[in-house]
């Protein structure tokens, strides 16, 4: 009949083409004059038939031979720069997305809870030089060319991501969470096209310029809004720990949840703990900090911890409750030199759109309206506001 493989570098489509066909498997068995357990191994890729039960396989299901089992197309191998702060690499079983910035290809990997809603666009196989992995893609070379990468803690901006390849299918963003200040470090490092960010200057009462100008060294970069949202502390839902200040949250009963000191709603909770006297330390915190705010809204779901800083959009969706402590505006940072591309053309197209700006009305806690205004142009020397060009 044939002999037990590994179909390295073949496949077997007998089943999708069989059930299109509208036949059962033991029909085709009957017709092809196989036992039905010769052709479920056929089917499930542990046989290769000899070139007779392929004959009569393609015969019965009117079709081709090289239907039936395709030549797959070898891998492409593709050596990429693995970015500073994105964890361990792990050979031979992580998936990542790729894009290229400045001239050079980044591999970010897709891993914990974000990783399996997008498709890889490759598995690293081996290390390269250091700081450096070989890829086998998954997907051809020419997609990876629209690919925008975009560092930020705000999950709306996988949302902005869907209606960017909805409404401009050529492109693709890639939402990498990471904190904020995590988000400016890499973009000037070069492993980010965009950056997202919501660090608050309560010296200056300024919202993310004087932390962008920290961050990138006087590189020239356009600031633009996406949305005001309401910072804070997030709560179980119907507030069990009766928390109506913080000063409640000194209560050594109580477990808080901290965040990254690169969190914008980390460093408000901080800072507003400091306008009352009341120290950091003297929060009775847990021995673990959450990575991003939705970490910290399904551990408060879930009733493992009674409080942890966060944001009000977030609260909502998981039906948390709130204590308010200040209102911010999250930023998007882009390189000057990536002004005018299209594809970042049609993000800022998208990010200004109404579409957009309704939806996220309707998840609630945003106030949208800012949307894709231009807050600022940062230069080595000098910074034009708004409407400057």
Same mark, same amino acid.
């Given at each position: 009949?044939?002999?037990?493989?590994?179909?390295?570098?073949?496949?077997?489509? @007998?089943?999708?083409?069989?059930?299109?066909?509208?036949?059962?498997?033991?029909?085709?068995?009957?017709?092809?004059?196989?036992?039905?357990?010769?052709?479920?191994?056929?089917?499930?890729?542990?046989?290769?038939?000899?070139?007779?039960?392929?004959?009569?396989?393609?015969?019965?299901?009117?079709?081709?031979?090289?239907?039936?089992?395709? @030549?797959?197309?070898?891998?492409?191998?593709?050596?990429?720069?693995?970015?500073?702060?994105?964890?361990?690499?792990?050979?031979?079983?992580?998936? @990542?997305?790729?894009?290229?910035?400045?001239?050079?290809?980044?591999?970010?990997?897709?891993?914990?809870?974000?990783?399996?809603?997008?498709?890889? =666009?490759?598995?690293?196989?081996?290390?390269?030089?250091?700081?450096?992995?070989?890829?086998?893609?998954?997907?051809?070379?020419?997609?990876?060319?629209?690919?925008?990468?975009?560092?930020?803690?705000?999950?709306?901006?996988?949302?902005?991501?869907?209606?960017?390849?909805?409404?401009?299918?050529?492109?693709?963003?890639?939402?990498?969470?990471?904190?904020?200040?995590?988000?400016?470090?890499?973009?000037?490092?070069?492993?980010?096209?965009?950056?997202?960010?919501?660090?608050? =200057?309560?010296?200056?009462?300024? =919202?993310?310029?004087?932390?962008?100008?920290?961050?990138?060294?006087?590189?020239?970069?356009?600031?633009?809004?996406?949305?005001?949202?309401?910072?804070?502390?997030?709560?179980?839902?119907?507030?069990?720990?009766?928390?109506?200040?913080?000063?409640?949250?000194?209560?050594?009963?109580?477990?808080?949840?901290?965040?990254?000191?690169?969190?914008?709603?980390?460093?408000?909770?901080?800072?507003?703990?400091?306008?009352?006297?009341?120290?950091?330390?003297?929060?009775?915190?847990?021995?673990?900090?959450?990575?991003?705010?939705?970490?910290?809204?399904?551990?408060?779901?879930?009733?493992?911890?009674?409080?942890?800083?966060?944001?009000?959009?977030?609260?909502?969706?998981?039906?948390?409750?709130?204590?308010?402590?200040?209102?911010?505006?999250? =930023?998007?940072?882009?390189?000057?030199?990536?002004?005018?591309?299209?594809? @970042?053309?049609?993000?800022?197209?998208?990010?200004?759109?109404?579409?957009?700006?309704?939806?996220?009305?309707?998840?609630?806690?945003?106030?949208?309206?800012?949307?894709?205004?231009?807050?600022?142009?940062?230069?080595?020397?000098?910074?034009?506001?708004?409407?400057?060009?």
């Amino acid at each position: 009949m044939g002999r037990r493989v590994e179909l390295e570098g073949w496949e077997s489509r @007998v089943r999708e083409i069989r059930q299109h066909r509208g036949l059962s498997q033991a029909e085709l068995a009957r017709r092809s004059g196989l036992s039905r357990q010769a052709l479920s191994a056929i089917e499930a890729g542990r046989y290769l038939p000899n070139v007779a039960v392929a004959l009569r396989l393609a015969q019965v299901l009117s079709c081709r031979v090289e239907d039936l089992f395709p @030549v797959r197309a070898p891998s492409r191998l593709l050596e990429a720069e693995w970015p500073l702060r994105a964890g361990l690499i792990q050979p031979g079983a992580l998936r @990542v997305c790729l894009g290229r910035v400045g001239g050079r290809w980044i591999a970010w990997p897709l891993h914990e809870m974000w990783g399996f809603h997008i498709a890889a =666009d490759g598995r690293v196989v081996e290390g390269g030089r250091p700081g450096r992995v070989q890829v086998a893609l998954l997907i051809p070379p020419s997609m990876l060319e629209r690919t925008l990468f975009i560092g930020g803690c705000n999950p709306a901006l996988a949302l902005l991501a869907a209606h960017l390849e909805e409404r401009f299918p050529a492109y693709r963003l890639r939402w990498i969470p990471m904190n904020s200040r995590s988000a400016l470090q890499a973009l000037a490092r070069g492993e980010l096209h965009i950056a997202g960010t919501h660090l608050w =200057d309560p010296v200056r009462g300024e =919202d993310n310029l004087p932390a962008v100008r920290r961050a990138l060294a006087g590189r020239p970069v356009a600031v633009f809004a996406m949305a005001r949202w309401v910072e804070g502390v997030m709560l179980p839902p119907g507030n069990p720990g009766r928390i109506r200040r913080l000063q409640d949250l000194t209560r050594p009963d109580l477990r808080i949840i901290g965040r990254e000191g690169g969190a914008g709603s980390q460093r408000v909770l901080v800072w507003q703990l400091r306008r009352e006297g009341i120290p950091a330390s003297a929060l009775p915190g847990l021995r673990w900090q959450a990575r991003d705010h939705l970490t910290v809204a399904a551990a408060l779901a879930a009733r493992m911890a009674d409080a942890g800083p966060g944001v009000l959009p977030v609260a909502r969706a998981f039906g948390l409750a709130f204590l308010p402590l200040a209102e911010s505006r999250y =930023d998007l940072v882009i390189p000057e030199e990536l002004l005018g591309t299209p594809e @970042v053309e049609a993000f800022l197209e998208v990010l200004s759109s109404r579409r957009f700006r309704e939806e996220l009305e309707a998840i609630g806690g945003f106030d949208p309206r800012p949307a894709g205004t231009l807050v600022a142009r940062l230069s080595r020397l000098y910074t034009r506001s708004k409407g400057g060009k």
